[in-house]
């Protein structure tokens, strides 16, 4: 008899993976709130444990240099806002250093989140947001874990939906501000389709269907969480 979506193949592995996808989320996510204090040796030290996690693994350089520059106007906004309005009292200079780092920080989340999808398979990832999301409430688990499939759909079409994306431009006539608003509006429309689930494309859901089981190793979840740790310890010590 052939294993289907109610009858898991390995209950045990898939288990384990789902307790190193809920570790690795929160560990991502502690590391990302360290970043928030933009100091420069917490900024270093998560930047490192990063690195090391994408180098000692199958990292996807190519996908994260893309999502990197698809950031440029944020970080240019970055040094805009405190190069023209520094926090403190030293001037334009520190401003601009501030925001410098406030740059690596947001590159380093980067990193972190291209190493998360990588390392943990998107539908045990998907379980694993669930769990966090419905913690405390055993009713909600169902509702979250829905959430949590919707939510990574939609990026796993946008992902897909680059090339739609462009075609969608070159189509467009009119100014670059009508453009603009018209590409606008479509991507909303095409989020708000697949947050609701009727946004169908069997090359995209396909991947969520199938079990995915497959070992993983442990050692990379630890070394995470204790670059999370000494970046939290930087931060209040």
């Known amino acids: 008899m052939s294993a289907t979506r109610e009858d898991p193949v390995e209950p045990g592995s898939n288990a384990r993976e789902r307790a190193h996808g809920v570790w690795a989320l929160l560990g991502v996510l502690m590391a990302t709130l360290a970043l928030v204090s933009a100091q420069t040796l917490v900024v270093a030290v ?3 444990m990063a690195l090391l996690l994408a180098v000692g693994s199958a990292f996807d350089w190519h996908r994260a ?5 698809r950031m440029k106007w944020f970080y240019l906004s970055l040094l805009v806002f405190y190069g023209l309005w520094p926090t403190g009292s030293d001037g334009p200079g520190a401003g601009l250093g501030e925001a410098g780092v406030r740059i690596l920080a947001l590159m380093v ?6 190493w998360l999808t990588e390392y943990v398979a998107r539908p045990v990832l998907v379980r694993a947001l669930g769990v966090i999301l419905g913690a405390g409430c055993r009713s909600s688990r169902r509702w979250a874990e829905r959430f949590a499939h919707r939510l990574f759909l939609a990026l796993a079409y946008f992902e897909a939906e680059q090339g739609a994306l462009r075609r969608q431009r070159r189509a467009l006539s009119g100014t670059r501000k009508a453009r603009i608003a018209v590409v606008r509006e479509w991507l909303i429309v095409r989020l708000d389709q697949a947050l609701a689930g009727q946004w169908e494309d069997p090359r995209v859901a396909g991947c969520y269907d199938a079990a995915q089981v497959r070992p993983v190793s442990p050692w990379p979840v630890v070394a995470l969480w204790f670059g999370a740790v000494v970046a939290w310890g930087l931060w209040w010590l």
Do not use: A, E, K, P
């Open 65 to 69: 240099g893309r999502l990197l520059l």
């Open 46 to 48: 998560t930047g490192g």
């Open 109 to 114: 989340v980067v990193v972190l989140v291209v």
